[in-house]
């Protein structure tokens, strides 16, 4: 292939890229417009709910992701709120809304206490009317992401017979002592195992058990030579690094701004908007 031809090719692609651009932007005008002309209202907003890290990579890779999630859908307002530790924190980004409706999509793995407690009660305290999607996991688009992170730190995905029977993954999550969070990640586990067609093992940082130590234990002495650490997070932070460091073989990164990320997060806003029942009631001011 000659220069003139890559020359002409990439001009292509490139003005295919814009074309698409346009393409997406005047679809979404256009969804906005009714057939009598009228303008439609806009849509409830996106707000991200993360959990707060004082690891400043948490925040980048949160911020990042947002970026991500409004470039696949325009227009939409997306929003950030943090549980703790980070600005803004939830009721913060809630006030600023005013009365407006918003989708809070949790960046949570599983169920457990802040998607059943914290974050239902910090959304009945504000004006906005809001609605709760359920946690990111676990879902097959998580399963990508994991599997993508996996093979990036080293994992073969062609094994012989033997390297296969060898080889295991513990799949390393935040923890909690609900027990349906241990249910979400165990069911993630097994997807993860259908895609590798090796052994999963779900371990966890605090809460619950076994440990990712424990977890090595248990692979290593039942014969496989070499155990993977699949990062079960959202994004760097205290707890996947310490899971990593237990990694006998190859440690993943956490999941971070993987395309599936995105992806998912507007699956679970669509989704929200979609089913009954996700309407958080605001509470009532004691007389």
Request: charged content about 20%; some cysteine.
């Amino acid at each position: 292939m000659t220069a003139t031809t890559s020359k002409s090719n990439a001009d292509l692609d490139s003005t295919a890229h814009i074309m698409n651009l346009i393409s997406d932007q005047l679809a979404t005008q256009l969804s906005r417009v009714s057939r009598d002309g009228t303008r439609r209202p806009a849509p409830p907003a996106l707000v991200l709910v993360a959990h707060g890290s004082r690891d400043p990579r948490a925040l980048a890779t949160v911020r990042t992701l947002m970026e991500h999630v409004r470039e696949q859908r325009p227009g939409l307002a997306v929003h950030l709120g943090h549980i703790e530790l980070n600005e803004p924190l939830l009721p913060d980004t809630l006030a600023a809304l005013g009365d407006r409706e918003a989708v809070l999509v949790p960046l949570l793995l599983s169920r457990g206490y802040h998607v059943k407690q914290d974050i239902p009660e910090m959304a009945a305290a504000a004006e906005a009317r809001t609605r709760l999607a359920t946690p990111l996991g676990p879902h097959p688009l998580l399963v990508d992401a994991l599997h993508a992170r996996l093979v990036e730190a080293g994992w073969r995905t062609r094994m012989s017979a033997a390297r296969r029977r060898g080889s295991a993954v513990v799949l390393a999550a935040a923890g909690s002592r609900d027990p349906e969070a241990a249910l979400d990640t165990g069911r993630t586990a097994r997807l993860l195992a259908d895609r590798l067609g090796v052994p999963v093992l779900p371990a966890y940082a605090s809460a619950a058990s076994p440990t990712v130590p424990e977890a090595v234990r248990t692979l290593t002495a039942a014969g496989h030579t070499h155990v993977a650490v699949a990062s079960y997070f959202t994004a760097p932070g205290r707890f996947a690094t310490e899971c990593a460091a237990a990694a006998p073989w190859i440690a993943a990164a956490p999941l971070g701004v993987h395309p599936s990320m995105a992806t998912l997060v507007l699956h679970r806003y669509d989704e929200a908007l979609s089913t009954p029942g996700t309407t958080v009631e605001r509470a009532l001011a004691s007389a």
